[in-house]
């Protein structure tokens, strides 16, 4: 226990030196309360203000999906190589070692399944389990454009009003639906409008004509979905133009659990967000040989 015998007068107070003040420097973030922020910075690296998540949260509506039957086998080798992994309350509790550290962003959004109209959906988590669960952020999609767009929107809100009690980010993913196109004007619309009304990170899809005016006009960070599964090289090339473009990271699930190597998929994605490795380097480099080659 401490005692009084060997306290001394401090000689360390540098009253020269001024307070160092050191700003979160992450896209829109600087104005958040410290417990939003260091959420944030568990998520997105601070060296680099990029984050890799791993989406693996697809069971919500579609069961267990090409990739995600054992989450056991097929996800948790790869927790180290995510800066956050993308998921469900279920699939965390049941599944997801809690030693692993990696951050969680819990799907907080839910309803319908594959078999009915999929923007019909409700807030399926409470932000209480939430904090229990030690979640990095929430995800809830939004359906600007779809059936039940105000009730999606009405969701989010509800969301980031409850995220500022408990200082939990909320990201905001963009769903397109079957009919919409994901071309610049739709994307602009609707990660501005999920930004507008408090999301503290945006998730959309790349698009191949003026991507960099989707990410430019919100003003917070822009996380690339992946998709459809492609050829590893062509999501690498897809991943390196929207960072280059301005995103913040990715958010890929398909691209990387379905991938013919995921470890090596994740690590060719993590060269690609914080080291702008060039996509045909980083395909070199983690899968040992050139793309297309045998
Ligand atoms: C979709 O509703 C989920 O939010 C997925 O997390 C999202 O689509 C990203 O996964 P993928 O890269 O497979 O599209």
Redesign the pocket.
Known sequence: MADNDSRTEGARFSPSVAARPQPYTLKGSAGLDWGMQSRLARVFRPATNRTVML?I??GY?QGPTTGLERVDLSIVPLLGHADAL?TTRGIVRSTIPPASGTPIVLRASGGPSILRELSDERIAVAMEDAARLNAAAV?V?VFVGGEFETQSVHNMTRLVDESQRYGIPVLA?T?VGKELTRDARYLRLATRICAELGAHVVKTYYCAEDFDTVAAACPVPLVM???KKLPELDALTMAYRAIEEGAAGV?????IFQSENPAAMIRAIGAVVHESAKPQAAYDRFFGRPAGGT
Not at 251 to 255: F, K, W
């Open positions: 989406a949260d697809h509506f993308m995800a999609q993913v769903a979905a992946g998709g958010d890929m699930g398909r691209n």
